[in-house]
């Protein structure tokens, strides 16, 4: 039996309870939140701490930490923090920053005897897997991130912050020609504008001012400028009812030629009705192959590149020798 | 530089020197063949050998070989033998036999402090880590493996032996509709006829024969009876004009639902112009795994399930934290 701890009650923190119940082999033993008495009578029996020195003062014993925080404020600090104490598993995913974020993780870990994997989920993570995979098995390829459809929260956020809007949610919608493109065997050069667009529903305060909420958010540089954007207007009780739900996936697709002339194409792609139920379910094989990692003498930094697919499952090898080769 | 070997110099030979050539970092240096003048004028002035003992008699010095024969006759033999001596990567896929050949290899790569790479290629190989992490990502999902539009060699053998065949091609066909299931999200069990059909290409003898051969192929037991088969006559022309290529590709589909009703979908799948020169460029990046795996002092068999992402490719892990994470 694999404990487990999860730190951070929010969608994420969710998603890795519901998978952690699919899960025969693991357990859910104590889940730190900021608001634990409202946690608590949604957890029921499962012991709700305020604070890390709470799981080392109760003597419960965890295997391995899935920090399901915010990239930008929390793991950051919760990683190395953790880190200390704990095997961790985090989805830490400022791109630019995970070098280095790699390279404090791995001295703690590494000093603790302890094995953090980072940046998992499904970008960063499995995508980052396939995007690696589809470059090795064929040289000199051209690889293609797509995203979508699926809710952004920077983008919504973003256009929330213009003047007069009550809501908005933002799609992030992959460009069915392109891909048809690649599929077809063309290898093109893609513009943004070319991969994705964006399509905005907005609740707005004044049914007259929608026009210049339209123009603000359509010229907005960086989220929405460069891009052919939608924005259409809904009702608080449409965004309640629609657009409640987490959807997202995307694509990664390697193209090259072998030989003189041959045209190969490797597609990867992902269709979620919930984003955090899938990351969580991700989060969940990684805190498994931590746990493996750790049994067998490692200690240190990992991203899902140095794991062997064969951790993450619940099969013993020679099971998965038999059934799954 | 990887220093590589190829044994047996067929389709699969041929690709993975395709492949060699596109990896800066990798130099073929040996080709066994078991027609060595023929080969020799393919090969230029690259040594082609009839034997292995060869090899150490010349002491070229090689890191890797790769096993290019069949997995009938050739690899059984071959696998065992070479891996006394040499490091070695392999594409046995006769998917019953895996477990005791892995059992083989390992007890001589261990023995011999060599490292083993078998059943890589596409399937087995990429195929078996997608249906892996399928099943770990998303535990109690479903797992699905379509096959084609491909030429399978062992059912246009089975069709050249029916009676007044001169020539046929099997194409294995995966059906749309039932791929298309999936993706929507549907979990259906699917018989193997509601899997793939078969498209049979045929030269005749004798036109007058035509309703026997295709009557005899279409009820050929295990091969084309259970399945929606098409029998079409062409000419030895057309036979050769459209039919020399060895296209082929498939579908690994996982399908569950999380939490309690979020459908969640991942499919990978593989589109190629040239099955060998495909599997061929696998088995290279799988020779720089096993070259890495050695040099990090490992010894014994290893499929790719064993083999961490990170280790097929050219680029240190540093870069790829960088530019792929």
Redesign the interface.
Known sequence: MINLGIVGYGNLGR?VK??IE??ADMKLCAVLSRRPEITQKELGDIPVLSSWENIILKDLKIDIMILCGGSKEDTPVQGPLFARTFSTVDSFDT?AD??EY?QKMNTIARQMGNVCVI?AGWD?G?F??E???G??????SHGYTFWGKGVSQGHSDAARKVKGVIDARQYTIPIESSIEQI?S?YIPQLSKNEMHKRLVYVVAENELEQERIRKEIKEMPHYFAEYDTEVLFISAEEMKHNHS?LPHGGFVMTSAK??D??????????????NP??T???LV?CA?AAYRLKQSGHAGAF????????F????S??E???K??
């Open positions: 998603g519901a998978a699919k899960n791109h995970i070098p790699f940046s960063p499995i980052s897997v995007r690696v995979l470059e090795a098995y064929l040289p000199g599929r065997g739900n072998t030989g002339k041959h045209k190969q194409i490797v597609e990867y792609n992902l269709r979620l009705d919930s139920e899938f969580g379910s991700v094989a498994r991203t899902m590149l140095d794991i062997p697919p064969a993450y499952s619940p099969y090898v020679e998965l020798r038999r799954f080769v």
